[in-house]
């Protein structure tokens, strides 16, 4: 049996041939398995779109929310029980159109959870508009003229914003893009792992191909050039290995300087890792000392007799008359 | 005028110059004093300069609305005389600084253009210049009397006696010293003072002391120069019952937690954000006995996260997250917020999560008048959000129902899975009242039906059909009841679907928790009604009205008019019912509202065909006073007025 198995439901998936959220759903659903998460540890928060449906193909807590807005109703309930294992996937459009607001507030605060966006630069449920990280200029098939906004970059945001884990997978490299999920839910923080996948009904410029580099032939090998590369083969460090200011400052100036390739060469791995900064949990226990082990879903609120267990008495004297 | 040990005291001055705390230290003291104290705060939006002031309404008897009819003012600065002397009713008085009579009232910076023009015509009319003495002129025309109190002076001679020559630094004890002087006039004992004094500055020993000294020393003063000036006092009584004096946003938010509420987000908005930053300082609480955390590990507290959000939008949505994870989960906002949350509204409608919003109205509509008070998103409340979908509105009435009802809001959400909108205002927000103190033991927490894992001998399904509509709950990280939400119309298990048999069948398995709902809560819980039943004049409002209608209900009584008072608590789903047995009789139904339309009255009309025949509505951002009440019903009782549009209130 193989252990992804267990993480598969029963749901028909309705994506295009070819789309790249297949490759994202194997890469969740693998990454969980080999982790050996139970099922009912994990709840996956999704907002709308073809990337909103994923949470019905995986056999865990799926909670397909509105759009842009799966972060927050994540944060609200991992910080109601931190024992959750919590992903949110979203799409380009409600990460960083509708939901850019509560991706950058994100940042700030570091909770414990993996964020995915799924990167194709086309809002694709909608036949197809420009998404926030289409380039100007480009003039995908459903647009009837090019593009005129520019894009956002979602590395750059990200670790400007304060994530803490800063990575970007390729949809159809799934066994990289498995290992960059195990590190991102392994690591303490909010991560981000933005990944590049083709949009095949929408998306006829960035197209499996075009990352393949198929319009490249080596003429040598006779083989195409691909534009996709790997940051851990370029020896690329993105690790912060200690806490000082100016560690902290080179790894984001060169993560940020790498972020800005693209074209002929797309690194994909991981950008920027700083395990040194509190999560939002661990802050909440400087003022809720018992926090963890007492979050608010464990919490008993009423007595035998269904009163409040609360000590009223004691919060209501300073408004008493004496 | 004057009635039976019934005080109206108005302070007024500059936003940010300690007025509020003047008018709590004040309130105390009353309540202290063994008297029933109401007070009422009104504001702009803005942080320092700006006129404010609180009417405190202290009396022998219950007391639960505010009053325009002034019986003594305390002012230190030229607008609080400009713009209050005349509230003040014959033999009132106004204590006033002689330093800021010679102002030129048109150079008052602060009052709107149209308002000194307003003033200045009333005094033209009266023959009056265009001063502050002119309007002390013809406050003295009108039996007035007047308390000049040199502020300055006095301060130099408490700086003398409390050792601090920084005139500067003692500034701000100039409002303790309006209070004393108010109360030496009233001949109020001053040990209630000194007791008000100590206990509003517990923490600050040296402050209190000092407070205390420049107290008593202009509590003498004012006694030896006014004496018995005002013909009228202030009394204390002996009171027996345990009580609390408390604001409105404080009494939701214990009732939040007695309720269990344990995650609270809120994006800051007034009036609505007091609720959240009072929470947050209350973060860790004291249980009533040691609780089991975790095998043999105890805990003697409970704490709530208090969440503080980027937008209206994660505030709604990160409280149904943690509502998912089992928490009982809230937020507070106002009307602007409430407008970005009607999405996610929609959604914990859809996916059935106990989510609660306690909705404080301001003035509307868009920024309005966002520090005043209105009740107009009745029907917002009530319908807004796309698609049809379950919910429970409930609406406040006073400061100590609002404890009660907050509590309830949390209980009503997880019994019918849906969200609840916890309505209330601003004047409930920003008003202190004396309650009999809260009592727990009236509380029951219902959490509702929650799935037994034991019990299940098929897959869980989070949806299933069943006969009330509710389906057993599970929550997010429990095994075995792993399940899907989605705002898409799903299946039994939150599987999207778009199967129309099975819309039909989830559509009305959401729906017909309205009727659950509309069966299990007794009338009581519904609306509350007062006076003589068999009436024929019935009065119906909603809301804070209450405290005035309340109120004016006596005062109607000695004009020999009898009404009968149904203030309608659930607004949705609506007890139709209910309000036919009760309207049935009434020759007279008059709707009495803060807004311009009569929300309530428009509801009553769809629902029962016939609609309120009299109208006594105020949408000038004031509250409804004690007397507007009762002219206001008046008019529609005796002179037959269909649509009274009241308009007191500085």
């Known amino acids: 049996m193989s252990l992804s198995h267990t993480y598969k439901s029963d749901v028909h998936i309705d994506w295009c041939p070819g789309c790249g959220d297949f490759g994202i759903l194997s890469a969740i659903q693998m990454a969980l398995s080999e982790m050996n998460i139970e099922p009912h540890r994990v709840a996956i928060f ?35 029980n931190p024992n959750l294992v919590v992903l949110v996937i979203g799409g380009d459009g409600d990460m960083l159109g509708i939901g850019a607001g509560h991706f950058v507030a994100a940042g700030r605060r570091n909770v414990d959870l993996t964020c995915i966006i799924c990167d194709n630069g086309v809002y694709g449920l909608t036949k197809g508009q420009a998404s926030p990280t289409l380039r100007r200029g480009v003039k995908t098939k459903a647009l009837p003229k090019p593009n005129i906004n520019d894009a956002v970059n979602p590395i ?13 997978g390729y949809a159809f490299d799934v066994r990289h893009l498995k290992g960059l999920l195990k590190q991102a839910i392994q690591h303490k923080g909010t991560a981000l792992i933005d990944v590049l996948q083709p949009c095949p009904s929408y998306n006829d410029i960035m197209t499996k191909e075009w990352y393949g580099g198929e319009d490249r032939i080596d003429p040598v090998t006779g083989k195409p050039i691909p534009r996709i590369y ?41 950008f920027y890792c700083n395990p040194y900064v509190l999560t939002y949990e661990e802050r909440l226990t400087s003022r809720i000392p018992n926090y963890l082990q007492y979050p608010p879903a464990l919490q008993k609120i009423a007595d035998e007799d269904g009163h409040p267990i609360a000590n009223l008495e004691k919060l209501m004297e300073r408004f008493k008359i004496k | 005028m004057y009635k039976s040990n019934s005080l109206v005291w108005r302070i007024g001055g500059a936003q940010g110059s300690g007025v509020d705390l003047a008018a709590s230290v004040f309130a105390r003291a009353c309540a202290i004093g063994g008297l029933n104290v109401f007070g009422t705060r009104e504001y702009y939006s803005n942080i320092k300069g700006m006129h404010s002031y609180f009417t405190v309404v202290a009396s022998s008897k219950q007391v639960r609305a505010h009053s325009n009819n002034v019986h003594l003012l305390s002012s230190f600065d030229s607008e609080t005389v400009v713009r209050h002397a005349l509230s003040v009713v014959p033999s009132g008085g106004i204590i006033f600084d002689p330093s800021v009579v010679k102002e030129d009232i048109s150079k008052i910076p602060t009052m709107e253009r149209e308002y000194v023009k307003r003033v200045l015509e009333t005094l033209k009319s009266e023959g009056l210049g265009e001063s502050v003495e002119d309007v002390l002129e013809l406050a003295k025309k009108r039996d007035i009397v007047q308390i000049s109190l040199p502020y300055l002076d006095l301060l130099k001679e408490v700086s003398k006696l409390v050792a601090e020559p920084q005139l500067s630094l003692l500034m701000r004890m100039v409002n303790i010293m309006a209070v004393s002087a ?10 209630f003072l000194s007791q008000s004094i100590n206990e509003t500055f517990k923490e600050r020993e040296k402050i209190a002391k000092m407070n205390v000294k420049a107290a008593e020393y202009v509590y003498d003063y004012v006694r030896q120069t006014y004496g018995n000036i005002l013909k009228f006092n202030l009394s204390p009584i002996k009171s027996s019952e345990e009580r609390i004096l408390i604001s409105g946003t404080t009494s939701v938010a214990l009732g939040k937690i007695a309720g269990g509420v344990r995650f609270q987000s809120y994006y800051p908005i007034t009036p609505a954000a007091d609720e959240s930053v009072y929470l947050e300082d209350i973060e860790v609480f004291e249980l009533k006995s040691e609780v089991e955390v975790e095998s043999s590990i105890m805990s003697k507290t409970g704490s709530i996260v208090v969440f503080q959000t980027e937008d209206e939008i994660a505030a709604i949505t990160s409280a149904t997250g943690a509502a998912l994870a089992g928490t009982r989960a809230s937020t507070a906002t106002s009307g602007p917020g409430f407008s970005l949350m009607v999405e996610g509204l929609s959604w914990a409608g859809m996916n059935e999560v106990p989510v609660v919003v306690t909705l404080y109205q301001r003035g509307g509509p868009s920024t309005g008048l966002p520090t005043r008070h209105e009740q107009a998103d009745l029907l917002f409340a009530m319908h807004g959000g796309h698609g049809e979908f379950p919910r429970i509105v409930l609406a406040s009435g006073d400061i100590e129902e609002a404890f009660y009802d907050a509590v309830m809001a949390q209980n009503y959400a997880e019994r019918y899975q849906l969200p609840v909108i916890h309505i209330l205002d601003k004047a409930l927000a920003n008003s202190i009242m004396t309650c009999r103190k809260f009592d727990p033991m009236k509380v029951i927490i219902e959490r509702g039906q929650i799935v037994n894992k034991k019990d299940l001998n098929e897959e869980y399904k989070r949806f299933k059909f069943t006969e ?3 389906s057993p709950r599970a929550r997010l990280g429990d095994e075995g009841t792993i399940f899907w939400n989605t705002g898409d119309e799903h299946d039994e298990y939150g599987h999207i679907s778009e199967d129309p048999l099975n819309r039909v069948t989830m559509m009305e398995k959401r729906m017909k928790k309205l009727d659950t709902v509309a069966k299990e809560i007794p009338d009581h819980e519904k609306l509350k009604i007062f006076g003589e039943e068999s009436a024929s004049n019935v009065v119906v409002s909603w809301g804070s009205p209450k405290g005035a209608i309340l109120d004016s209900l006596e005062l109607l009584k000695e004009e020999g008019i009898d009404v009968c008072y149904i203030q309608v608590k659930i607004m949705k789903p609506f007890p139709t019912k209910a309000m036919e047995k009760n309207l049935s009789n009434a020759k007279k139904v008059i709707d009495v509202e803060n807004n311009y339309s009569g929300q309530l009255g428009k509801i009553i009309k769809s629902e029962l065909g016939i609609g309120p025949t009299h109208y006594v509505l105020k949408y000038n951002g004031r509250p409804i006073s004690i007397e507007e009440a ?15 549009v009241l308009t007191g209130g500085v």
């Open chain 1, 46 to 80: 999704s907002g709308i779109g073809c990337s909103g449906k994923t949470p019905h193909f995986i056999n865990a807590y799926g909670i397909h929310t509105i759009h842009g807005r799966a972060l927050p109703y994540a944060i609200g309930a991992k910080l109601a």
């Open chain 1, 156 to 168: 750059m945001l990200a670790i400007v914003s304060g994530y803490t884990f800063v990575a970007r």
């Open chain 1, 230 to 270: 790997k940051l851990e083969d370029s020896g690329f460090d993105p690790m912060v290995h200690k806490p000082d200011e100016e560690e902290i400052v080179q790894k984001m100036c060169s993560a940020i300087a790498k972020s800005l390739e693209w074209g002929d060469r797309i690194p994909i791995g991981v």
């Open chain 2, 182 to 191: 108010a109360f030496s006039l009233l001949r109020y004992d001053f040990e």
């Open chain 2, 468 to 470: 009330s509509g509710i």
């Open chain 2, 630 to 644: 009762f002219h206001g019903i008046m008019s529609a009782v005796k002179e037959d007025k269909k649509r009274i």
